[in-house]
């Protein structure tokens, strides 16, 4: 171990030597390296896609733009989320139908996949339950990747937009976010409450963190209409969905939205016959 020794009186301003400290360099070390719940067989769910989508389209619904809605799935149900008109990213929460203080983690589906999801990466759910709720099974957009910036599609990183944060920002009070929608409808639709938003899946968002601040950025979506992803419910699940304000993000948090810029987005639930 290389190291200097001390000076017998450190600098009493910095609490130890003046001089530039030295660490020891190690090579990252994935922290929690694909345990097995977390590796579906392909065969099995390409399998249960195809159930789903050759049985009955049992529920269509569009969520209008700057809104969210809620639906609920069966286990094995496939849910098909569509960008209908324009680019226009989306804010999902997933609660376990019977018990919702079961619901969508998103930081430790982060920790065990990626900061962004990928085909065959499951949504897990809080402790102390930590199962399964959902396995994403098609992505239109996958070729897109991670790109130039460490930028990527359906991340589990932001939060979502807020009312309170952009009074932190603007100075201004609003109603008119991903959390303020979110609310609306479990309350009214669920009679949830504000308390039970979580944090979400961000869909067809482009984002990142800067390679040099480590801060997080975000691009204009790449999804164009007739993009679409589908994910398999691995539990009975109670969804909700917003369509961003923010549109495809291609204007910055805090400015204004022009409402060309926003757009709904179609939900479809298939289940095998
Ligand atoms: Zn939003």
């Keep these: 171990m290389a190291s200097t020794a001390p000076p017998a009186t450190p600098a009493p301003w910095c609490g130890r030597d003046s001089k530039p400290r030295t660490f020891e360099k190690h090579s990252p070390v994935i922290c929690y390296d ?38 609920t799935m069966q286990a094995g149900d496939l849910c098909r989320i569509t960008v209908n008109e324009g680019s226009q990213v989306g804010d999902m929460n997933f609660w376990n139908l019977e018990n919702t203080a079961e619901r969508f983690y998103s930081g430790k589906t982060r920790q065990l996949h ?29 070729s897109y ?49 504000e308390q039970d938003v979580h944090d979400v899946w961000n869909i067809f968002m482009c984002t990142g963190f800067t390679r040099d601040t480590q801060q997080y950025f975000c691009k204009p ?16 699940l109670l969804v909700a969905l917003s369509a961003c304000p923010q549109g495809d993000v291609s204007i910055q948090v805090g400015a204004e939205v022009p409402d060309d810029k926003c757009h709904p987005l179609k939900v479809e639930v298939f289940r095998k016959k």
């Design 114 to 142: 990626s900061t962004h999801l990928r085909v065959y990466d499951r949504l897990w759910s809080c402790l102390p339950y930590l199962r399964p709720m959902a396995t994403f099974v098609f992505d239109s957009l996958a």
């Design 221 to 236: 979506s790449p999804a164009r209409k007739g993009d679409f992803i589908d994910f398999v419910a691995d539990m009975n």
């Design 145 to 193: 990747g991670i790109d130039e910036d460490g930028g990527a599609l359906h991340d589990v990183i932001g939060t979502r937009c807020d009312d309170y944060t952009y009074k932190l920002i603007t100075g201004k009070d609003r109603v008119g976010s991903c959390h303020s929608s979110l609310v609306k409808a479990v309350v009214e639709e669920r009679g949830l409450t």
């Design 34 to 71: 694909k345990p097995e719940a977390s590796i579906v067989s392909k065969p099995e769910y390409d399998d249960k896609r195809f159930q789903a989508l050759t049985g009955d389209l049992i529920q269509t619904l569009v969520v209008p733009k700057r809104e969210a809605r809620t639906w």
